[in-house]
T-cell receptor, first 113, second 116 residues
Framework: KNQVEQSPQSLIILEGKNCTLQ??????????LRWYKQDTGRGPVSLTI?????NTKSNGRYTATLDADTKQSSLHITASQLSDSASYIC????????????FGTGTRLQVFP | NAGVMQNPRHLVRRRGQEARLRCSPM?????VYWYRQLPEEGLKFMVY????????ESGMPKERFSAEFPKEGPSILRIQQVVRGDSAAYFC??????????????FGQGTRLTVV
């Protein structure tokens, strides 16, 4: 069964600190993996998208890694800011002709001053 | 190029009424996805449509829910005889056809349905 699991479920850090969010997936055959940021009450916004051959992708203070062999991904946030408080969602697409996106349940990050 | 537009943003319905949620995809996008998000939970896939076709509706309840994406006009998610448990945020995403591995999906701001 295609699944995407994320950890931790929630995380609290102080402003300026770094953090790493984890994503494990069992989606096969794999097409791509994306990380989205969802602010409260808003739609998800794409941060990064990685295909099978890519193992790291950066977008400002966000760096995503992908290990296609172990089917794991991480999202590292550097020098966190208050505006980073949001849910971070790992999404995997299967190469099965449907392009259906399979969502993890997200990690809720809270950054305090 | 406007983003994915969903309307209404907020919808209040009494139990037993019908709810119609609209999604206009980005220009040039022919793939539409609908997701439901219950409070404090992640997004759950409901249905994936291409123009005039339902590709995958495995996440949609068999009764009371239906979706369409006509040749002209927005995609519609229709919920008949709403119940309190239907209260949720409903998000729509769109993507272009034949985009390949790096195809981006863009989300609308969602419709928040409240059943009273």
């Amino acid at each position: 069964k295609n699944q995407v699991e994320q950890s931790p479920q929630s995380l609290i850090i102080l402003e300026g600190k770094n953090c790493t969010l984890q994503c494990n997936y069992t989606v096969s055959p794999f097409s791509n993996l994306r990380w989205y940021k969802q602010d409260t009450g808003r739609g998800p916004v794409s941060l990064t998208i990685m295909t099978f051959s890519e193992n790291t992708k950066s977008n400002g203070r966000y760096t995503a890694t992908l290990d296609a062999d172990t089917k794991q991904s991480s999202l590292h946030i550097t020098a966190s800011q208050l505006s980073d408080s949001a849910s971070y969602i790992c999404v995997v697409s299967a190469r099965d002709g449907t392009d259906k996106l399979i969502f993890g349940t997200g990690t809720r990050l809270q950054v305090f001053p | 190029n406007a983003g994915v537009m969903q309307n209404p943003r907020h919808l209040v319905r009494r139990r037993g009424q019908e709810a119609r949620l609209r999604c206009s995809p980005m220009k040039g996008h022919s793939h539409v996805y609908w997701y439901r998000q219950l409070p404090e939970e992640g997004l759950k896939f409901m249905v994936y449509l291409q123009k005039e076709n339902i590709i995958d509706e495995s996440g949609m309840p068999k009764e009371r829910f239906s979706a369409e994406f006509p040749k002209e006009g927005p995609s519609i998610l229709r919920i008949q005889q709403v119940v309190r448990g239907d209260s949720a945020a409903y998000f729509c995403a769109s993507s272009p056809p034949n985009g390949g591995e790096r195809t981006e999906a863009f989300f609308g701001q969602g419709t928040r349905l409240t059943v009273v």
